[in-house]
């Protein structure tokens, strides 16, 4: 596959997820706009090398798109964890750390899907 037509396909099934991956940055897991900005940048490069890796042609598009938000709901995770090392004074937060980023990603894709 030529590697232009690959990375506007790419860049396309990052855009189509990138408002609900905004929102989950935002809303769930409290980060702060800069913050979710900085984290879509991130994911941006890595979603780029992964398909490299896995192979466009290999995975569907609703498979590379669930790693995608995992990925998302994982790095959020992740980064809040480490900012609350004594844990978080929020309780909604606290539960939403206490999921596995998983289960939050596969209700997220569930979402992006209906809204297709």
Do not use: K
Request: charged residues 30%; aromatic residues 6%; glycine residues 4%.
């Amino acid at each position: 596959m030529n590697r232009q037509i690959r990375n506007d396909r790419v860049d396309d099934l990052f855009g189509r997820a990138l408002p609900v991956i905004h929102s989950a940055l935002e809303s769930h897991y409290r980060l702060s706009e800069a913050e979710a900005r900085e984290a879509e940048q991130n994911l941006s490069m890595w979603f780029h090398r992964f398909v490299r890796r896995t192979g466009l042609s290999q995975a569907s598009a609703r498979s590379l798109t669930l790693s995608l938000l995992v990925a998302a709901c994982q790095y959020a995770r992740s980064y809040q964890i480490w900012r609350h090392e004594n844990g978080p004074t929020d309780d909604a937060l606290r539960r939403v750390l206490a999921r596995e980023p998983g289960d939050l990603a596969s209700e997220l894709a569930e979402r992006l899907e209906e809204s297709s």
